[in-house]
Nanobody, 125 residues
Framework: QVQLVESGGGLVQAGGSLRLSCAASGLTFSKYGIAWFRQAPGKEREFVAG????????YYAGSVKGRFTISRDNAKNTVYLQMNSLKPEESAVYYC??????????????????WGQGTQVTVSS
């Protein structure tokens, strides 16, 4: 049974940093791309960042490029999202998801077949 469990969310002031973790089990982790999405109330789920199976290729939404960094540790079955210079409008539930392919490149949520329960990130102004 595939499980993805996010952690690391919380309350932070604007300009602050958080590091999210996504711990996976029940799958051969190193075969799959992983992505982070976020969803604010009343808004669609949006792609934030993705990483390929090896960690060698990463993808970012334009709005977070240069401030967020996605990485993975295949020995620990974990993907991380380091978020710096956070903005109030980035308050949302953040989800990690497994790509059905090794890439983590797709920006459409329907491509991803397993999702975590999400972790709340709140950025105060």
């Amino acid at each position: 049974q595939v499980q993805l469990v996010e952690s690391g969310g919380g309350l932070v002031q604007a300009g602050g940093s958080l590091r999210l973790s996504c711990a996976a089990s029940g799958l051969t982790f190193s075969k799959y791309g992983i992505a982070w999405f976020r969803q604010a109330p009343g808004k669609e789920r949006e792609f934030v960042a993705g990483i390929s199976w090896s960690g060698g290729t990463t993808y970012y939404a334009g709005s977070v490029k240069g401030r967020f960094t996605i990485s993975r540790d295949n020995a620990k079955n974990t993907v991380y999202l380091q978020m710096n210079s956070l903005k109030p409008e980035e308050s949302a539930v953040y989800y990690c998801a497994r790509d059905q392919l090794p890439f983590g490149q797709a920006r459409i949520a329907s491509v991803y077949d397993y999702w975590g329960q999400g972790t709340q990130v709140t950025v105060s102004s």
